[in-house]
């Protein structure tokens, strides 16, 4: 069964960092892009970032470019999101997705990120 | 403000054929494939129509997906109590760089 749980969310003041983990489960993960894509709450859908099966192509929505770092370690059948900087509209359930542009797409339950001072 | 554009609601009565409209551009559903996806209450989304118009296995043949020129739109034929939920389309955009996602279609059955 192809499994997706996401962990290290959290309460984080504004400015601050927290590092997302995404530990796929029920297939190789090397095969697939991976993303982040993020729900405020009551809001709709917004994608984050994504990466290629290597890790040598990455891609960020323009608000956290500079700030996010997607990255995935393909021995732990991982992938991470380092956010720095937070933001108030950064907080938001951060799902972990993986797909191949068809049929396989599979969501995790997400993790929650709340910046507050 | 959503690159693809979605009608915030949409409703039907049981039994009744309902369509869900997303409109982009060129740099996004006009050149790309176009994605659907389901959002039951309190839970992650799930793949609903992939490639314009191909459902995954397990979904039923109720849901049917279309795409022409810069939009794209999902029909609920035979609609029940257990398809209310919210509803996005996704595709990718060119010029972002990135996936883009319509800002939803919250369907009531009414």
């Known amino acids: 069964e192809v499994q997706l749980v996401e962990s290290g969310g959290g309460l984080v003041q504004p400015e601050g960092s927290l590092r997302l983990s995404c530990a796929a489960s029920?297939?190789?993960?090397?095969?697939?892009?991976m993303n982040w894509v993020r729900q405020a709450p009551g809001k709709g859908l917004e994608w984050v970032a994504n990466i290629n099966q290597d890790g040598s192509e990455k891609y960020y929505v323009d608000s956290v470019k500079g700030r996010f770092t997607i990255s995935r370690d393909n021995a732990k059948n991982s992938l991470y999101l380092q956010m720095n900087s937070l933001r108030a509209e950064d907080a938001a359930v951060y799902y972990c997705?993986?797909?191949?542009?068809?049929?396989?797409?599979?969501w995790g339950q997400g993790t929650l990120v709340t910046v507050s001072s | 403000q959503s690159v693809l554009t979605q009608p915030p609601s949409a409703s039907g009565t049981p039994g009744q054929r309902v369509t869900v409209s997303c409109s982009g551009s060129?740099?996004?559903?006009?050149?790309?494939?176009v994605n659907w996806y389901q959002q039951l209450p309190g839970t992650a989304p799930k793949l609903l129509i992939y490639?314009?118009?191909q459902r995954p296995s397990g979904v039923p043949d109720r849901f049917s997906g279309s795409k022409s020129g810069t939009s794209a739109s999902l029909a609920i034929s035979g609609l029940r109590s257990e398809d209310e939920a919210d509803y996005y389309c996704a595709t990718w955009d060119n010029s972002l760089s990135g996936r883009v996602f319509g800002g939803g279609t919250k369907l009531t059955v009414l």
């Open positions: 060129n740099s996004n559903i006009g050149s790309y494939y």
């Open positions: 997705v993986a797909e191949d542009g068809r049929d396989f797409d599979y």
């Open positions: 490639l314009n118009n």
């Open positions: 029920g297939f190789m993960s090397n095969n697939y892009w």
